[in-house]
């Protein structure tokens, strides 16, 4: 039993399907996109060993080989030299602009291989099989790839959109406790953007989805994607409504970027205390009532989720330093932070005009300083 979440581009359209099975299924799903019974699956080693047998079953079941290369787990994957491995691999597997390549893992995975598929022979299909809740629910849909260099994360990208999405929420089953909370920093990040119903439903179920229930974890899945998908398509590059989907990001990003992009922080984690920072910082400015940042702190706390920069492990650096790192974001807009704020729970908004003195002030108080 699957969804379906059509993500309406015109020439470039395609489905997310959300459902249990689909990795056993992947033949299935995939071959009708086929000129020839074959796809070359890119993945990291700890879905290798949990997944990667189950995928080319499944993809064998549906008449389709496949080769495969791993790459090692973490953020430092997405980077310069594996994404030339991944490119060079395609080359010497003599890979054609109408083939496809498939991304196995997590938002890492995604990103990276998106980001060579848009490069190689100047653009050659990808499938996204999404293992990781963040990877569900955010990264595997809306076509955004990159890598992340020494000066920032996703610097280096390309707008690419995949020939489909396969998100098996079977496979999340497999995942551990922090890695499946950080994802639900983004599924929580959606509710607080443009959906207040949707966040009521994550207080009342956040605890029994985290916990295992998959109708409930689909439902969620579906919710987000769903949410991502029709501002995708008001605005695929970013021009206007997809920058809320950065909420908590600038924040998030600065923070991954003061720990070393290091298991310190995970993504979802960072976004998690920085959805907390925006509305903190939105109360401060008078735009949102104080009872919401304490709303949202209460539910990644009872979330068991990291919310506060004290619960980072090791030392940060002080606010000027990490204002300097925001400096680096994609979403500076000629010299000046843009940061995405609230006027309640579900009623966020880009803003262009904070005071650096309330961002300031914001970070010395949640430093401690």
Known sequence: MSVTVHVALGERAYDVRIGEGLIGRAGAEIAPLLRRPRVWIVTEETVARLHLGALQAGLRAGGVESAALVLPPGEGTKSWPHLIRVVEWLLEERVERRDVVVAFGGGVIGDLVGFAAAILRRGVRFVQVPTSLLAQVDSSVGGK????????????????????????????????????????????KYGLLGDAGFFDWLERHGPALAAGDADLRAEAVRRSVQMKADIVVRDETEQGDRALLNLGHTFGHALEAATGYSDRLLHGEGVAIGCALAFGLSARLGLCAQEDPSRVRAHLAEMGMKRDLSQIPGDLPDAEALIGLMGQDKKVVDGRLRFILARGIGEAFVAGDVPGQDVRALLDEALGR
Do not use: C, M, W
Request: glycine share 14%; proline share 2%; no cysteine.
């Open 145 to 188: 790839t990159g890598i992340n260099t020494a000066q920032g994360k996703n610097l280096v990208g390309a707008f690419h959109q995949p020939s489909l999405v396969l998100a098996d929420i079977e496979v999340l089953g497999t995942l551990e406790a922090r890695d499946f909370l950080a994802g639900y920093g983004e599924v929580v």
